[in-house]
């Protein structure tokens, strides 16, 4: 009840008082309209680009300690009046192993629900990740230029010099 109470703050149209199946239908409903709405903005946003690779893209891959493997990838641009963007496409299960095929046909099908058919490395200059070897040879496969998260590289010293 409490996760309902939660959502019916963020949106009204999720009644508390709903049955399970109302509410999983009315949460599938709003998550396909967002999708779609992801989906117009950054194939617009590569229409309008008249050169380069107008996209760049972070992910990172996770088993939580269920042993469930999760992947969480965004898209970044800058748009025609020079804004950031940030674009978080979600948050998915990955079923594969950590090695580079599987990174890669998970990358690849994920964007591919946001920008079908073109070919996605054509669209992107780069991609942050971990230092995870696999993931940054999956981008090199891809002809993606791989950048090393910040963030990761610095808990990494911060975890190395404190013994943790």
Not at 33 to 53: D, R, V
């Amino acid at each position: 009840m409490g996760f309902k109470l939660y959502s019916m703050g963020l949106n009204p149209r999720y009644p508390a008082n709903c049955g399970h199946g109302t509410f999983t239908f009315l949460l599938k409903q709003e998550v396909c309209t967002l999708q779609e709405k992801i989906k117009a903005e950054l194939n617009s946003q590569i229409e309008s680009m008249q050169y380069g690779h107008p996209l760049s893209a972070q992910f990172d891959i996770w088993t939580s300690g269920m042993r469930d493997a999760y992947g969480g990838i965004s898209v970044q641009y800058i748009d025609s009046l020079w804004n950031f963007k940030m674009v978080r496409l979600g948050v998915n299960r990955f079923d594969g192993t950590h090695k580079a095929d599987d990174i890669e046909a998970w990358f690849i099908y994920n964007l591919k629900q946001f920008i079908p058919d073109r070919i996605i490395q054509n669209y992107l200059s780069a991609c942050a990740l971990d230092e995870a070897g696999n993931g940054i040879n999956a981008m090199k496969r891809l002809g993606v230029d791989a950048q090393r998260c910040v963030g990761h590289r610095l808990n990494t010293a911060v975890r190395w010099a404190t013994g943790i």
